[in-house]
């Protein structure tokens, strides 16, 4: 086929379609991102659990769901399942001495057969038409459903508003702020009488009781859960965190206030995954979508990087003409 043959196959409405999708699914990824943002930015943990506890969020979800249980009990109880899930991971780094990485490599590793028990097979299917019902009060409910983009829109946008909320407001406690520092520096943290061990089970709770519920939130969207579900979720969340972070760097030069950047993070989801939607309307290999996911977040890793090495070259430009002068 000729590259004009190609280019005139493509329909651009197609593309339209499928954007508002694009929107919702990655808002919800997104909320996966806030969690990784915990680990990854505010606590300098390697934690990679994630991809196991976002199963088990949306196991546990989708058997709740399926047993009678509401859409907001059934995402409780995901979220205190991912809480728990990263007690596991802290307390094999803290109290047996594992390496963060290997700790959550072990937890997810462990998570696979405990999610295959959870549903009792690979994947367990509900009716998205049934079951998307996020929250009902009124006689009014908050759909999050793939039948009804708009409303999921709106849904997850407010989920995500409220979670940013509840983040900023935590980390500028006390304890919040003590979890912050011992991030930034374990030993000053120490110093200070904070106890590293325990804010490093903190965190890792909260981290992954946002990626658990991220995982519910996505197996009511969709309607399924898998125990693959999860995979490759964890470089998805960096790729949402470096997007969102190098967008809010280059819009506020002068620096934002933390719940901005929280709120980048989610915007960062966004981006990923209408990028993803692009590279499908392409008609590319979907074979090939974790090949461009790390090539996305390579760029975007490299960008700080080169615009330092270029304000620095500009800078020693700048000095020799002054000399020169």
């Not at 399924?224 to 190098?246: H, Q």
């Not at 615009?307 to 800078?315: M, N, S």
Request: one cysteine or more; glycine letters at 12%.
């Amino acid at each position: 086929m000729s590259i004009s043959a190609y280019f005139s196959s493509l329909s651009v409405l197609n593309l339209f379609s499928r954007l508002p999708s694009g929107v919702a699914q990655g808002i919800i990824w997104g909320v996966m991102a806030l969690g990784v943002y915990i680990t990854f930015r505010l606590l300098d943990v390697a934690d990679l659990s994630v991809d196991g506890t976002f199963a088990a969020g949306g196991a546990v979800t989708v058997m709740l769901m399926l047993a009678g249980w509401s859409g907001a009990a059934a995402l409780g109880c995901a979220i205190v399942v991912g809480v728990l899930c990263g007690l596991c991971t802290g307390l094999l780094h803290t109290k047996l001495g594992i390496p963060a990485i290997l700790a959550g490599i072990l937890t997810q590793f462990a998570l696979y057969s405990i999610n295959l028990r959870i549903m009792g097979k690979s994947n367990q299917t509900a009716s998205v038409k049934n079951f998307g019902l996020v929250w009902e009060t009124k006689g009014r409910g908050f759909w999050l459903s793939s039948l009804y983009i708009p409303q999921a829109i709106l849904t997850g946008f407010l989920l995500a508003a409220v979670i940013v909320g509840v983040l900023y407001w935590y980390f500028g406690t006390e304890q919040g702020s003590a979890l912050r520092a011992t991030g930034s520096n374990p030993n000053m943290s120490r110093a200070q009488g904070i106890n590293v061990n325990s804010m490093k089970l903190l965190g890792l709770a909260l981290s992954n009781g946002l990626v658990a519920l991220s995982g519910g939130l996505m197996t009511q969207f969709q309607g399924t859960a898998d125990v693959n579900m999860g995979r490759g979720a964890i470089v998805i969340g960096l790729a949402a965190i470096i997007i969102g972070e190098v967008l809010c760097d280059a819009i506020f030069r002068k620096g934002v206030n933390f719940a901005v950047r929280l709120s980048f993070v989610v915007l960062g989801g966004v981006v990923y995954y209408l990028v993803m939607v692009v590279i499908l309307w392409l008609r590319l290999d979907p074979n090939d979508l974790k090949l461009f996911t790390a090539l996305i977040v390579a760029i975007f890793l490299a960008v700080p990087n080169l615009r330092a090495q270029r304000a620095a070259a500009g800078a020693r430009r700048r000095a020799a003409a002054g000399k020169e002068a």
